[in-house]
């Protein structure tokens, strides 16, 4: 079965400190991993896959299959980007439901 | 173009009663699921329709009943509501291409 595991619940980093949100999966295929962000009174909303190897405000994250991973990182954080992340997988795209992590809050301190 | 929209946005109910979250979505995908979003727990998948006319079961479906109306909406039924399934309920919707999951605003449900 597929899971996603995000072991930090809150990080706390200081403004322009760089940040790294940590996930890891278990998927014996190929998964599509994504991120997905909350920001305080709004919708959840998609912030990168891994497939488009793009970047969004300023986050990367890059799929490890031999670790299992795709952590989320920034190079200096931003009072902005407190919200709360989710990492998330589909075993096929659009098919089946996203398997969430749950979650980790960041707390950008000025 | 409203995306995914969800009723009500808030709602309070005491143990036992009965109640029944809208959502309705405007852009023409298939699929529609429902999440329960609780602190330490993340989000979990209790009910969710590939199209429609059908339904299946996610993770936390127990307590709950869902209804595929047509392709635009997805309703999910508390019958007999407990303290345990006070939580913020979120519908969602995926682009198949893409995998994109697009959100609605979430529900707020307090049960006493």
């Known amino acids: 079965a597929q899971r996603v595991t995000q072991p930090e619940k809150l990080l706390s980093v200081f403004k322009g400190a760089p940040v790294e949100l940590k996930c890891n999966y278990s998927?014996?295929?190929?998964?599509?991993l994504f991120w997905y962000v909350q920001y305080s009174r709004q919708r959840l909303q998609l912030l990168l896959r891994?497939?488009s190897r793009e970047s969004i405000k300023g986050f990367t994250a890059d799929l490890n299959k031999g670790e299992t991973s795709f952590h989320l990182k920034k190079p200096f954080a931003q009072e902005e980007d407190s919200a709360m992340y989710y990492c998330?997988?589909?075993?096929?795209?659009?098919?089946?439901?996203?398997?969430f992590g749950k979650g980790t809050r960041l707390s950008v301190i000025a | 173009n409203a995306g995914v929209t969800q009723t009500p946005k808030f709602q309070v109910l005491k143990t036992g009663q009965s109640m029944t979250l809208q959502c309705a979505q405007d852009?023409?995908?298939?699929?529609m699921y429902w999440y329960r979003q609780d602190p330490g727990m993340g989000l979990r998948l209790i009910y969710y329709s590939a199209s429609e006319g059908t339904t299946d079961k996610g993770e936390v479906p127990n307590g709950y009943n869902v209804s595929r109306l047509n392709k635009r909406e997805f309703s999910l039924r508390l019958e007999s509501a407990a303290p345990s399934q006070t939580s913020v309920y979120f519908c969602a919707t995926p682009d198949t291409n893409t995998g994109e999951l697009f959100f609605g605003e979430g529900s707020r449900l307090t049960v006493l």
């Open positions: 852009m023409n995908h298939n699929s």
């Open positions: 998927y014996s295929g190929s998964p599509e």
């Open positions: 891994h497939i």
């Open positions: 998330a997988l589909s075993p096929n795209s659009g098919n089946t439901p996203l398997v």
